[in-house]
């Protein structure tokens, strides 16, 4: 298909990103912020083989529901994907991708319904936000397969003290005065203890990972501090990816927290956790793991960054947990990893946390146990 088109398309389903797609002839086009049932006229951005990535410019039939965005941005902006229908509607659409994702593209057999875990709020959420720029532009990039620079001065995704800095930062182009060290980055804003701060070109704003929805992260937590609970000071937990040890901050067992983040940057609360500094996808990373882990733990808590962790057969072997909670920002890693090893491991519960909403991202949680 040549790109540039302008095609006809009828949208089938949505795909686990929240696109709707359409077959034609064989093709297979994707069309951003369209829902099924909806017929219409899309421009094709991008194309490879058969497969097509559209913009939408017209509809010719409405689904029933199709809701009025509230986001000035949402035709372009590449930051949201449901904002076109109620949040009832995006998190049916999120439990069926993820089940999908298990149950058809995996093969993992689950006995037990997906306990969704809704946000409270839709937007006003993030904490912090990470702007691209280049010469000329701030913002997210645009949708599907354009990388062009959107303008988001208005975003609702933000919580309001870092709407209001990003506001600022588009003032009159302020961004642009900014001690900006290359041509093109990004901008972070930064809410911390009340404080908003700006950060350039850094990976993380305070030199370690801290999510983004802290009301979600503390209904996570409850969730994992219930399992916590029950353990004892001669249990033993491990928490991999561990970051600063938020998951695990109230155990009350000893917990080795493992990451790559150094030392010195850590700031472990309480005192049962002790910190581990390691490169979890190094070469040798299971001998040195081995190496250093006193016990096989009576919980392994696994939260690690979107690629997973591919090679989980061979952590486990060498870990041998009695239970596992694996916390999951990408679906389909994670079914990836939980295939390697579901002839050891039962999966007891699965949770969707909207960690994300009006995004295509969400959080999966899966507690497992030997089987
Ligand atoms: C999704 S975050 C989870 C952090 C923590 N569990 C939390 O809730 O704050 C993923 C973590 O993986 C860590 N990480 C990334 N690459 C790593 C690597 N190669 N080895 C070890 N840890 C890594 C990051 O530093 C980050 O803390």
Redesign the pocket.
Known sequence: MKKSNSVRFSIKSLDASGQGFSNLDGNLVFVPKTLPGETGVASIIASKKKVSFAKLDQLDQESELRAQPECPHYNNCGGCSYLHMSYQDEINFKTLALKDIFDRQHKIKLQNEIIVHAAKTRSHYRNRVQLHYNKNSLGFFGDGQNKDIIDVSNCLLMKNEVAAKVKALYQDDHWKTLNLNKKEGHIEVYLRDGKVSIHINQR?SNE????VNQEM?EELKSLIDNRLNELGPDDYVI?L???????SKKTNSPTLV????PTKYIELTNDHQEYLE?????KH?TRDLQNKIKRSPDLL?I???RSGLKNLDEYLKIIQPKEIIY?S?NAQTLARDLKKVENEFVINELFLFDFFPSTKHFETVVTLSKS
Do not use: R, W
């Open positions: 993380y370690g990972f801290t999510q992260n928490d990816f561990g970051g600063s040890g938020n998951l493992i990451d790559s983040t390691l490169d979890l996808y190094g990373a808590i939260d690690p960054p916390v920002c």
